[in-house]
């Protein structure tokens, strides 16, 4: 029978081959065998945000956590799944009470991670002071976030309108573009989306819809906080610009190659 430490490395290595089905069936197993023990819960935590299944992976931590509250690493994990679940009050007291971290890396996300729910809490300056304690931390994995003026964001968006090429622009006298600062509980269960088409698609319109007016939002907050400059901002807007407008014409999000 396998030990624990033969199960832990076994899951590390099909973790770091990208082999999903594997690494499945071995945490399976090894919950079979060690089902109490809290390294094994952890990773079946981890596999769940991965997997975006953000309730999954609270609920796994919060079972864990009311058994073993001083496990740093699934107390650091939920306060991560917070902020994905977009409950930034909730994910801001959690991070703040973690207690004293030596990694620098860790360290730098859980500023930067502070920083994302100031800055949906509507306090940018405190944002700003965390996303700044990160980005010195460690510079290549947290630089600090853009912060362009609304007019200068809105032209990068007219920009990649005017890159679209001229047979399908005609098509979109019937598409509002707007920008926003951030989606909304409205807008779905993304607090990070970058955009959103809302409408009728072209294939699906009937004499009845075939002058609805669509309506494409692209959010300025949602590009800002992972771009560290105007370049890479450009062109996640651009990108995101395209896979909104595909979706206008029906093309469905796994057909859209480079632009999912």
């Known amino acids: 029978m396998d030990t624990l430490d033969d199960v832990l490395d076994r899951l590390e290595t099909l973790d770091e081959a990208d082999d ?4 499945h069936a071995a945490l399976a197993e090894g919950l079979d065998h060690f089902p109490d023990v809290p390294e ?5 935590a981890s596999i769940a945000r991965t997997e975006e299944r953000f309730a999954d992976a609270l609920a796994i931590l919060d079972t ?20 994905d679940l977009g409950r930034f009050e909730e994910a801001a007291a959690a991070l703040r009470a973690l207690g004293p971290e030596r990694d620098r890396t860790v360290r730098a996300s ?59 622009a005609r098509y979109l ?18 607090p990070f989306l970058l955009g959103l088409y809302v409408g009728v698609s072209r294939p699906e319109r009937t004499l009845a819809t075939e002058d609805h007016l669509d309506n494409i939002l692209i959010f300025k907050r949602s590009h800002e906080v992972h771009c560290s400059d105007e370049r890479t901002l450009r062109d ?17 999000h796994e057909d859209m190659g480079d632009y999912r």
């Not at 999903?20 to 690494?23: E, F, Q, S």
């Not at 094994?40 to 079946?44: F, H, I, V």
């Not at 864990?64 to 902020?83: F, I, Q, Y």
């Not at 460690?138 to 809105?154: K, N, Q, T, V």
């Open 173 to 190: 006298d019937q598409v509002v573009v707007r920008v926003r600062d951030h989606p909304g509980p409205e807008d779905g269960d993304d």
């Open 64 to 83: 864990l956590l009311a058994a073993r509250p001083r496990r740093s690493w699934a107390r650091r994990e939920r306060a991560s799944v917070l902020v």
């Open 110 to 168: 859980i500023h930067h991670d502070l920083g994302l729910c100031l800055d949906r809490l509507g306090r940018p300056d405190e944002a700003d002071t965390e996303f700044g304690r990160a980005a010195r931390l460690a510079p290549h994995d947290y630089p600090m976030p853009l912060r362009l003026s609304e007019a200068r964001f809105e032209a990068l968006v007219a920009a990649a309108l005017d890159d679209i090429p001229a047979e399908f």
């Open 236 to 252: 996640d807007v651009r990108r995101t610009v395209v896979h909104e407008i595909a979706h206008h014409f029906g093309i469905a």
């Open 40 to 44: 094994l819960r952890e990773w079946e």
């Open 20 to 23: 999903v089905d594997a690494l």
